[in-house]
């Protein structure tokens, strides 16, 4: 049976996350994904194998989850059928380098408001390290949630942003009413 594998690259400070407390976040990632995982430390770099190619690619996500700044517990929701893993480049919003912490700042609000408020309006997981903003959640949440903190990396109005939100919330929540019956 053909054995395939992935080559992920961390941050060097994210391995020891991903490894966990004596190995126990790698086993059980290992574990619910029938996967083995050799890990560079000094490098950062993470070769994943398998035989099948599914379960390589939700331990590639996971692993990419871990190394934007996610916690396991919340990583590990990706071996749901229903979730999703999205990474937003602030380098395609930014002009100078006074722009990355501006626009880090925007998404993230006074004291993890704005965050929090996306995450509790979309049902989602956000992760703002680095570079990047890392979304995980549902397939249509995650679209929402995307937007939004497309609308306020380009400098839309955070009201409007909330406003924008809570409309689309009620819409999800009338068509999941509809789905229903």
Same mark, same amino acid.
């Given at each position: 049976?053909?054995?395939?594998?992935?080559?992920?690259?961390?941050?060097?400070?994210?391995?020891? %996350?991903?490894?966990?407390?004596?190995?126990?976040?790698?086993?059980?990632?290992?574990?619910?994904?029938?996967?083995?995982?050799?890990?560079?430390? &000094?490098?950062?770099?993470?070769?994943?194998?398998?035989?099948?190619?599914?379960?390589?690619?939700?331990?590639?996500?996971?692993?990419?989850?871990?190394?934007?700044?996610?916690?396991?517990?919340?990583?590990?929701?990706?071996?749901?059928?229903?979730?999703?893993?999205?990474?937003?480049?602030?380098?395609?919003?930014?002009?100078?380098k006074?722009?990355?912490?501006?626009?880090?700042?925007?998404?993230?609000?006074?004291?993890?408001k704005?965050?929090?408020?996306?995450?509790?309006?979309?049902?989602?997981?956000?992760? %703002?390290?680095?570079?990047?903003i890392?979304?995980?959640?549902?397939?249509?949440? *995650?679209?929402i949630?995307?937007?939004?903190?497309g609308?306020?990396?380009?400098?839309?109005?955070?009201? &409007? *942003?909330?406003?924008?939100?809570?409309?689309?919330?009620?819409?999800?929540?009338?068509k999941?009413?509809?789905?229903?019956?």
């Amino acid at each position: 049976m053909q054995e395939f594998s992935y080559e992920v690259k961390i941050p060097k400070d994210r391995v020891a %996350v991903l490894i966990g407390k004596n190995g126990d976040t790698k086993k059980l990632l290992e574990a619910s994904t029938k996967t083995r995982m050799e890990v560079d430390s &000094n490098e950062g770099d993470i070769f994943i194998k398998g035989r099948d190619a599914l379960d390589l690619y939700q331990t590639r996500e996971i692993v990419m989850a871990i190394g934007r700044g996610f916690n396991p517990e919340t990583a590990l929701m990706l071996l749901k059928e229903e979730y999703v893993f999205e990474v937003i480049s602030l380098k395609d919003f930014i002009r100078n380098k006074k722009d990355m912490k501006r626009l880090r700042g925007r998404v993230i609000g006074r004291e993890g408001k704005s965050r929090k408020l996306i995450e509790e309006l979309t049902e989602t997981f956000i992760s %703002v390290y680095g570079k990047t903003i890392s979304i995980i959640g549902e397939t249509e949440n *995650v679209s929402i949630a995307r937007r939004a903190i497309g609308f306020l990396l380009q400098g839309s109005p955070h009201g &409007n *942003v909330y406003n924008w939100l809570e409309r689309q919330r009620r819409e999800l929540k009338r068509k999941q009413v509809l789905e229903k019956f």
